[in-house]
């Protein structure tokens, strides 16, 4: 019954994609993420474009309901077996634009650089996204993202309203002064309490920039980052790499605003570029005797002594693509993310080198961030002020390879949690549930909240079937 009624809505109003209205109701409709790790049968799949399809789809389809926008969550985030998902890229459209207020709207599906080639004509900035442009808004607000801004911490810091459909088609408006509960829960929620449908975004000002980069030690970096980072008015985005196998000397990069002649004069990355040669460069890294050095001397080296004046759009303008292996046939490449508070930086860093090491982890660099506290979001990440450790990975396909990985990341999980610190959910979720309770203990307020606007659970995950309490 379930499906019928819903087709039958599909078939008058079109918001069914192709492959959804195709597929026979017993086969169903396979969703995976960027990895390739965590292919999900689903019931069907519909591509909304507006906000009354996403009302249709929710009270034509009796079932259970998961929702993806680019789909770069790795570990099941996007998808519960049996649902109807929503793919949410088709609703990538400017719903209003402000120039003088710095303020845009934009439906849920559009990704940042879609928001970039809108607002860059008009000198304007994101104010908070992630270190690439291919991510959706939508699915941006959904993990609560950040990305090098300095002083800005997570996307909750740039958002002024968000628009929510819940699980029996009510729309909502949400802010801070409007159910502000609500509000605050959105950010990395996961899609459990609502469709995201529309945001509003905080602009700034886009500003010509220019690259410092110094190598520091780690017991040294603490500091560095407070009086040579954080203390600078003109720095406007950091991070630093610690590489293997060492991970003991810190690479800071830091942008600062200039008004030095600029070295690249595009104001945002051509779309479309061939990324061939990074490609082939991360795969000597992981793959050949000796690649990281070659990597090392040849690639960064070159790159970062080269002087770079550009755009702050055009850094923040980075496609993935320049990340994608060659290949997924055989290996994947993946993420993690640790949050750890300042006091407790030099400890996790070296413990962690400990087991990165001891696991042979194929690593390619692990990213230091910076976040001061969040006071808004309820599954706060960064629940005092924070260094993130970002470790970018490669493992091979195969379960035994998923299984050790598991091994040595509840192992990283556990020196997080023994500093006070926390992990970053839109991974695989390999933690026990103890740690992920131990590392969230919001969870519980979040699952009774949930409990009074999705009473019947039908909007879920593999992440919340996996972890979420029942209430």
């Given at each position: 019954?379930?499906?019928?009624?819903?087709?039958?809505?599909?078939?008058?109003?079109?918001?069914?994609?192709?492959?959804?209205?195709?597929?026979?109701?017993?086969?169903?409709?396979?969703?995976?993420?960027?990895?390739?790790?965590?292919?999900?049968?689903?019931?069907?799949?519909?591509?909304?474009?507006?906000?009354?399809?996403?009302?249709?789809?929710?009270?034509?389809?009796?079932?259970?309901?998961?929702?993806?926008?680019?789909?770069?969550?790795?570990?099941?985030?996007?998808?519960?077996?049996?649902?109807?998902?929503?793919?949410?890229?088709?609703?990538?459209?400017?719903?209003?634009?402000?120039?003088?207020?710095?303020?845009?709207?934009?439906?849920?599906?559009?990704?940042?650089?879609?928001?970039?080639?809108?607002?860059?004509?008009?000198?304007?900035?994101?104010?908070?996204?992630?270190?690439?442009?291919?991510?959706?808004?939508?699915g941006s607000v959904s993990v609560n993202c950040h990305g090098r801004y300095?002083?800005?911490?997570?996307?909750?810091?740039?958002?002024?309203?968000?628009?929510?459909?819940?699980?029996?088609?009510?729309?909502?408006?949400?802010?801070?002064?409007?159910?502000?509960?609500?509000?605050?829960?959105?950010?990395?929620?996961?899609?459990?309490?609502?469709?995201?449908?529309?945001?509003?975004?905080?602009?700034?000002?886009?500003?010509?920039?220019?690259?410092?980069?110094?190598?520091?030690?780690?017991?040294?970096?603490?500091?560095?980052?407070?009086?040579?980072?954080?203390?600078?008015?003109?720095?406007?985005?950091?991070?630093?790499?610690?590489?293997?196998?060492?991970?003991?000397?810190?690479?800071?990069?830091?942008?600062?605003?200039?008004?030095?002649?600029?070295?690249?004069?595009?104001?945002?990355?051509?779309?479309?570029?061939?990324?061939?040669?990074?490609?082939?460069?991360?795969?000597?890294?992981?793959?050949?005797?000796?690649?990281?050095?070659?990597?090392?001397?040849?690639?960064?080296?070159?790159?970062?002594?080269?002087?770079?004046?550009?755009?702050r759009n055009h850094e923040a303008s980075l496609d993935v693509a320049a990340?994608?292996?060659?290949?997924?046939?055989?290996?994947?490449?993946?993420?993690?993310?640790?949050?750890?508070?300042?006091?407790?930086?030099?400890?996790?860093?070296?413990?962690?080198?400990?087991?990165?090491?001891?696991?042979?982890?194929?690593?390619?660099?692990?990213?230091?961030?910076?976040?001061?506290?969040?006071?808004?979001?309820?599954?706060?990440?960064?629940?005092?002020?924070?260094?993130?450790?970002?470790?970018?990975?490669?493992?091979?396909?195969?379960?035994?390879?998923?299984?050790?990985?598991?091994?040595?990341?509840?192992?990283?999980?556990?020196?997080?949690?023994?500093?006070?610190?926390?992990?970053?959910?839109?991974?695989?979720?390999?933690?026990?549930?103890?740690?992920?309770?131990?590392?969230?203990?919001?969870?519980?307020?979040?699952?009774?909240?949930?409990?009074?606007?999705?009473?019947?659970?039908?909007?879920?995950?593999?992440?919340?079937?996996?972890?979420?309490?029942?209430?």
């Amino acid at each position: 019954m379930d499906r019928r009624r819903f087709l039958q809505w599909a078939a008058a109003s079109g918001a069914v994609g192709a492959r959804s209205s195709a597929a026979a109701p017993a086969a169903g409709t396979l969703i995976d993420d960027v990895s390739h790790l965590n292919p999900v049968r689903v019931a069907g799949e519909t591509r909304p474009r507006s906000t009354e399809d996403v009302r249709g789809a929710l009270r034509a389809w009796r079932g259970r309901v998961c929702v993806g926008g680019g789909r770069y969550s790795m570990g099941g985030q996007i998808a519960a077996p049996g649902a109807l998902h929503l793919d949410m890229r088709a609703m990538n459209q400017v719903v209003w634009f402000e120039p003088k207020r710095q303020a845009i709207r934009v439906q849920a599906g559009m990704t940042w650089r879609d928001v970039q080639e809108v607002i860059d004509p008009h000198d304007l900035s994101v104010k908070i996204m992630q270190s690439f442009s291919s991510f959706t808004v939508g699915g941006s607000v959904s993990v609560n993202c950040h990305g090098r801004y300095v002083g800005r911490g997570p996307l909750v810091n740039a958002v002024q309203a968000v628009q929510l459909v819940l699980a029996h088609g009510e729309v909502l408006e949400l802010s801070r002064t409007r159910d502000a509960e609500l509000f605050a829960a959105v950010f990395g929620g996961y899609g459990g309490l609502g469709v995201i449908t529309e945001v509003e975004l905080d602009l700034d000002v886009n500003a010509p920039m220019e690259r410092l980069v110094q190598d520091v030690s780690l017991e040294d970096y603490p500091a560095f980052l407070q009086h040579r980072v954080l203390a600078d008015g003109r720095a406007l985005l950091h991070n630093a790499d610690l590489r293997p196998p060492g991970f003991h000397a810190p690479r800071a990069i830091t942008w600062v605003a200039t008004d030095k002649p600029l070295t690249r004069p595009e104001r945002l990355v051509p779309r479309n570029l061939n990324y061939g040669l990074e490609r082939n460069a991360i795969w000597a890294a992981t793959e050949l005797p000796g690649g990281r050095l070659l990597r090392e001397r040849f690639f960064d080296r070159q790159l970062l002594d080269q002087p770079a004046v550009v755009w702050r759009n055009h850094e923040a303008s980075l496609d993935v693509a320049a990340l994608e292996p060659r290949t997924r046939a055989l290996s994947t490449y993946l993420l993690q993310e640790y949050f750890i508070p300042v006091p407790g930086f030099l400890s996790f860093a070296r413990r962690m080198a400990d087991i990165l090491r001891q696991h042979r982890v194929n690593a390619l660099n692990v990213s230091i961030r910076h976040s001061p506290p969040d006071r808004v979001s309820l599954l706060k990440w960064a629940p005092t002020e924070v260094l993130s450790f970002v470790l970018y990975y490669k493992q091979r396909n195969s379960e035994h390879a998923s299984l050790e990985s598991r091994f040595w990341t509840r192992k990283l999980i556990d020196a997080a949690l023994a500093g006070g610190g926390r992990y970053y959910l839109p991974y695989r979720p390999d933690a026990t549930r103890q740690q992920f309770h131990q590392a969230y203990p919001e969870a519980r307020a979040f699952a009774a909240l949930k409990a009074r606007v999705d009473p019947a659970s039908r909007l879920s995950n593999q992440l919340w079937d996996r972890f979420l309490p029942r209430i």
